[in-house]
Nanobody, 115 residues
Framework: QVQLVESGGGLVQAGGSLRLSCAAS????????MGWYRQAPGKQREFVATIIPGGSINYADSVKGRFTISRDNAKKTVDLQMNSLTPEDTAVYYC?????????WGQGTQVTVSS
């Protein structure tokens, strides 16, 4: 069983910053891709950013230049630094991990950006 625990969500004014963190634990082997997705009210879950062990990173166009993803392979953590937040970034953010144990999702953390 794999557990992903997210933290760092909250309420912030437009233009502000938040940092999300996700820690993986449990029976998790050979972590490959780690990343973040988000789901806004009434919308489908969408890709935000991913990072693989070699460091290759992908971002959604909507967050490029504002969000930075990073990971610590030893600690099995993945972080998302979010700057210049806008109300359009309001969503539940989910941590995602792909490993030899299979795909895993966190429980989600709410990010609300007020205008």
């Amino acid at each position: 069983q794999v557990q992903l625990v997210e933290s760092g969500g909250g309420l912030v004014q437009a233009g502000g910053s938040l940092r999300l963190s996700c820690a993986a634990s449990g029976s998790i082997f050979s972590i490959n891709l780690m990343g973040w997705y988000r789901q806004a009210p009434g919308k489908q879950r969408e890709f935000v950013a991913t990072i693989i062990p070699g460091g290759s990173i992908n971002y959604a166009d909507s967050v490029k230049g504002r969000f930075t993803i990073s990971r610590d392979n030893a600690k099995k953590t993945v972080d998302l630094q979010m700057n210049s937040l806008t109300p359009e970034d309001t969503a539940v953010y989910y941590c995602y991990v792909a490993s030899r144990s299979g795909p895993s999702w966190g429980q989600g953390t709410q990010v609300t950006v007020s205008s």
